[in-house]
Nanobody, 128 residues
Framework: QVELAESGGGLAQAGGSLRLSCAVSVGSGKILNLYAMGWYRQGPGNQRELVADINSAGSTNYAEPVKGRFTISRDNAKNTVYLQMNSLKPEDTAVYYC???????????????????WGRGTQVTVSS
């Protein structure tokens, strides 16, 4: 019922930029509160790792390899989180996943709290 739809991935050259978006929706229910949202990535042969996250107050946290190059932001009115990626490097190549914690209602209006909802991922490939 909860869907996280990522978009914006693709192919970029080293030094280039991409912007990822992730929109959260809940089918026939509605979102009551959208808490922490984040971006993770999983490169070939690697485990999934945190890239950046942002809480409901707008406080952000970045993994060391992306500090100063990536910026996470959110639009609460649109239930959307973004990841602006600049100065891309080949080692940024990975599938990028969106993650969110939220409270929403089902089709009957019953509140449901859930953590760690995931999107299906979007491929980012950076060529040298």
């Amino acid at each position: 019922q909860v869907e996280l739809a990522e978009s914006g991935g693709g192919l970029a050259q080293a030094g280039g930029s991409l912007r990822l978006s992730c929109a959260v929706s809940v089918g026939s229910g509605k979102i009551l509160n959208l808490y922490a949202m984040g971006w993770y990535r999983q490169g070939p042969g690697n485990q999934r790792e945190l890239v950046a996250d942002i809480n409901s107050a707008g406080s952000t946290n970045y993994a060391e390899p992306v500090k100063g190059r990536f910026t996470i932001s959110r639009d609460n009115a649109k239930n959307t989180v973004y990841l602006q990626m600049n100065s891309l490097k080949p080692e940024d190549t990975a599938v990028y996943y969106c993650n969110a914690d939220l409270v929403f209602t089902d089709w009957m209006g019953t509140p449901i709290a859930g953590k760690d909802f995931w999107g299906r991922g979007t491929q980012v490939t950076v060529s040298s």
